[in-house]
């Protein structure tokens, strides 16, 4: 069974960076599918980011340019540097994964979630 753990949420000025990290266990990250989700109040669940297991990334286009993906094998950990934040960024970030066995990057939901980071820009 996998776990998801985050960290890194915050408050931060508008303009300011925050490094959101998502530590695995019950499985190494180079075996799993792993998304960045966030949830404002009102708003549906939307994927902000995501990293394969061979390191292909995906962005929103909502992020693209100030947010990047990336993950330390030796950690077990993905990371989400989120820069240039604008309190539209303001959500609850979650992490997800699913096992890239067999399954095409972005093809299939995923199983496994964290309980989520605030994350509040002002």
């Known amino acids: 069974h996998v776990q998801l753990v985050e960290s890194g949420g915050g408050s931060v000025q508008a303009g300011g960076s925050l490094t959101l990290s998502c530590t695995a266990s019950?499985?190494?990250?180079?075996?799993?599918?792993t998304a960045w989700y966030r949830q404002a109040p009102g708003n549906d669940c939307e994927e902000v980011s995501s990293i394969s297991s061979d390191g292909t990334t995906y962005y929103a286009d909502s992020v693209k340019g100030r947010f990047t993906i990336s993950q330390d094998n030796a950690k077990n950990t993905v990371y989400l540097q989120m820069d240039s934040l604008t309190p539209e960024d303001t959500a609850m970030y979650y992490c997800?994964?699913?096992?890239?066995?067999?399954?095409?990057?972005?093809?299939?939901?995923?199983?496994?979630w964290g309980q989520g980071t605030q994350v509040t820009v002002s």
């Open positions: 019950g499985s190494t990250v180079v075996a799993l599918h």
């Open positions: 997800a994964a699913g096992s890239s066995r067999g399954v095409p990057f972005r093809e299939r939901g995923y199983p496994y």
